[in-house]
């Protein structure tokens, strides 16, 4: 089982739509939790950051994390093409700078 | 957000030469760049982790003769992918982390595009 799991998609929603991305893990050590978008062919860039379990809000997107499920997702209210990209979630441990991450889910926002 | 950049953003070499790829962080000192390597449809494979003035950490399976990593300073590091072969074609992706953050947050440079004929 690989320690973080994330479906690949690719997912096509409509313009205005509510998108739901999530990721499983398997390493109950893991207590920082960060979803990045990736345009491609260009480095990841963060979008929501997290520490332990709980929600976090921050315009379209909102992030939670259920620890005892072992569970992480993100949402993107009314989605825009321009949010079509690939998503990938990352963990980390406690006193921990490694990244590990999801493969990445390829989001398509249909105009 | 803090700015990492690379030079270059592709990169096309012959069989058995030596490239070079550098990562700078442009307005905050990173004190750990990270290097990742992307496949097509793959996520980021963590590579090597380099703190400034110390030798890089490699990951299991990964070449340190073959993967040359230097962090000479707080702002660049470099990567050198010695006598390229076309299997070593991929996306590399720099990050860097510094202090003052929060903890485990990495900021990404766009990566290079190598591609060995």
């Known amino acids: 089982q690989k320690e973080v799991e994330q479906d690949p998609g690719p997912l096509s929603v409509p313009e205005g739509a509510i998108v739901s991305l999530n990721c499983t893990y398997s390493?109950?050590?893991?207590?920082?939790f960060m979803w990045y978008r990736q345009y491609s062919r260009k480095g990841p860039e963060l979008l929501m950051y997290?520490?332990?379990?709980g929600n976090k809000e921050d315009g379209r997107f909102t992030a939670q994390v259920d620890k005892s499920s072992k569970y992480i997702s993100l949402f993107i209210r009314d989605s825009q093409p321009s949010d079509s990209a690939t998503y990938l979630c990352?963990?980390?441990?406690?006193?921990?700078?490694?990244?590990?991450f999801g493969k990445g889910t390829k989001l398509s926002v249909i105009p | 957000g803090a700015v990492v950049s690379q030079h270059p953003s592709w990169v096309i070499c012959k069989s058995g030469t030596s490239v070079k790829i550098e990562c700078r962080s442009l307005?905050?000192?990173?004190?750990?760049m990270f290097w990742y390597r992307q496949f097509p449809k793959q996520s980021l494979m963590l590579m090597a982790t380099?703190?400034?003035?110390?030798?890089?950490?490699?990951e299991q399976g990964v070449e340190k003769d073959k993967f040359l990593i230097n962090h000479a300073s707080l702002t660049l590091s470099t990567l050198t992918v010695t006598s390229a072969h076309p299997e070593d074609s991929s996306f590399y992706i720099c990050?860097?982390?510094?202090?003052?953050?929060?903890?485990?947050?990495?900021?990404f440079g766009p990566g290079t595009r190598l591609t060995v004929l």
């Open positions: 390493n109950s050590a893991f207590q920082y």
């Open positions: 307005d905050f000192q990173a004190t750990t």
């Open positions: 990352a963990m980390a441990g406690a006193g921990s700078y490694q990244l590990t």
């Open positions: 997290t520490y332990s379990s």
């Open positions: 380099s703190n400034e003035g110390s030798k890089a950490t490699y």
């Open positions: 990050s860097g982390q510094g202090g003052g953050f929060l903890a485990n947050e990495q900021f």
